[in-house]
């Protein structure tokens, strides 16, 4: 087992009421899971998200904590939250990391993986 690290999972979600397609502004929502999976008390200090439209315009989000919060995950807990960011177009990419101090001062990364953010298909 690594002493230091966390595993990062998203759910997403089409925020159809908050999303105006006729001007190009689609929102959706994330729930994030951070699990500390290391054997070391670990802090999350801050975030680094790149957001990516189906046009290719990039966006990076950089920023302390998490919701406003900066957990600590003792091995084995978790941190759950949702938040939600905005596209001009139907679909989109995000990925990024966290950043992480461990109770001994040593400082790590977790990768957040690539997801998908699109408007599911509708069938008339």
């Known amino acids: 087992m690594n002493r ?3 595993t990062v999972s998203v759910r997403t979600l089409y925020v159809e009421e908050q ?4 001007n190009q502004h689609y929102v959706f929502a994330y729930t994030v899971t951070i699990r500390n999976t290391g054997s070391v008390a670990a802090q ?4 680094h998200w790149v957001i990516t439209d189906a046009d290719d315009n ?3 989000v ?11 995950l003792q091995p084995g807990e978790q ?3 949702t938040s939600g960011t905005a596209l001009a177009t139907a679909a989109g990419s995000m990925f990024g990391e966290y950043f ?9 990364e977790a990768p957040i993986p690539q997801f ?3 408007v599911p298909r509708t069938l008339h």
């Open 58 to 60: 990039v966006q990076e």
């Open 100 to 108: 992480l101090v461990a109770e001994d001062g040593t400082r790590f």
């Open 19 to 22: 999303s105006n397609p006729d």
């Open 4 to 6: 230091y690290e966390c």
């Open 44 to 47: 999350v200090i801050s975030r």
């Open 62 to 72: 950089r920023g302390l904590g998490v919701v406003g919060h900066q957990p600590l």
């Open 79 to 81: 941190f759950e939250y």
């Open 116 to 118: 998908s953010l699109a």
